[in-house]
């Protein structure tokens, strides 16, 4: 079994210390999720597309290509381009592992 979502999203990012807010869009990605038939267990997720991208005069974060992520314990089974966000999460799905990632852009 499988699922696939395309997800588009126009996000922000904030400072919360000094309020500074960036966009983070376009956000466009394809997530195709698949399960085991016999527990329903998901095994593994591909996304494709751009699922980070934050502008700041010339500093750019980008997080986008393909992925593929182990859908038990999260990590990075194969990857094509830069996923500075994502490859802070390797062995987890918790968004907030994500952050520093954004650190700098956000100073």
């Given at each position: 079994m ?6 588009t ?5 904030r400072?919360?210390?000094?309020g500074l807010t960036?966009?983070d ?8 999720t698949t399960?085991d ?13 751009t699922?980070?991208?934050v502008r700041r005069?010339?500093?750019r974060?980008v997080?986008r290509g393909p992925?593929l992520?182990?859908?038990q314990t999260?990590?990075i089974?194969?990857?094509?381009g830069p ?6 999460m390797?062995g987890s799905?918790d ?10 852009i956000?100073?």
């Open positions: 499988k699922q696939v979502v395309h997800i999203e126009d996000n922000t990012v400072n919360t210390v000094t960036l966009p869009s376009p956000v466009n990605f394809v997530q195709t399960f038939r016999d527990t329903g267990a998901r095994e593994k997720i591909f996304i494709v597309g699922s980070v991208n005069g010339n500093q974060l997080d992925i992520i182990d859908g999260g990590e089974l194969w990857s094509a996923h500075p966000a994502r490859e802070l390797v799905f968004i907030n592992l994500a952050l520093p990632a954004f650190c700098d956000l100073e």
